[in-house]
């Protein structure tokens, strides 16, 4: 006998508790038609409500974000970007943050020239900029240091044929504020990593 097709009764939808109980109670019941199985399944393309589902888009996608943020922060392998991950940075970034370098101060020495500029004395404004210059190079120094140390020590941890080339990776956490630095330093000052 043929279906009615004007029949327009909405298949009933099996819900997934129902179907798990079906199953177990074996034959029991008769086999559910297609109609009901692809009611069962059917999702709507567009939701109801646009706006609340806009909503809950956007709160979802910035509880995401503050994850990602928290896990940065924190030094989470999961939310680090790639040039952040891996042993060797980490063993690079855990050196820096417990050394002090001359690079952290370099920011309020900048600020304190530009300071200066507004003094009308020209000899003070030349002896400002002067000093920037020798604390720059200093800096730069420190730095270069710093990278032939690191390279040193990763040779030694982590063999000699495996060493990253991390000395701009140094350089540029060691001339940041420390509390400025992402990820967030993991240990104290001077308690360097073995």
Do not use: C, H
């Amino acid at each position: 006998m043929a279906k009615n097709p004007n029949n327009t009764e909405e298949p009933s939808a099996e819900t997934l508790e129902e179907t798990q109980a079906r199953l177990k109670a074996g034959k029991g019941a008769p086999t559910p038609s297609r109609a009901q199985q692809e009611a069962a399944r059917k999702r709507p393309l567009v939701p109801n409500d646009r706006k609340e589902a806009a909503k809950q888009a956007r709160a979802k996608a910035a509880e995401s974000r503050e994850r990602a943020r928290i896990g940065m922060a924190v030094g989470d392998e999961r939310y680090l970007p790639a040039r952040d991950r891996g042993p060797q940075k980490k063993y690079v970034r855990d050196y820096v943050d417990a050394r002090f370098s001359i690079g952290e101060i370099l920011i309020p020495v900048m600020f304190a020239v530009i300071l200066l500029t507004f003094v009308p004395s020209a000899q003070v404004q030349s002896i400002g900029i002067l000093a920037l210059w020798a604390f720059f190079l200093v800096a730069v120094i420190d730095v270069i240091v710093l990278g032939f140390i690191l390279t040193k020590k990763l040779a030694a941890k982590f063999g000699a044929d495996k060493v990253e080339r991390v000395r701009w990776y140094a350089a540029m956490r060691a001339l940041q504020l420390r509390p400025l630095r992402l990820p967030k330093p993991q240990v104290k000052r001077w308690n360097y990593p073995e």
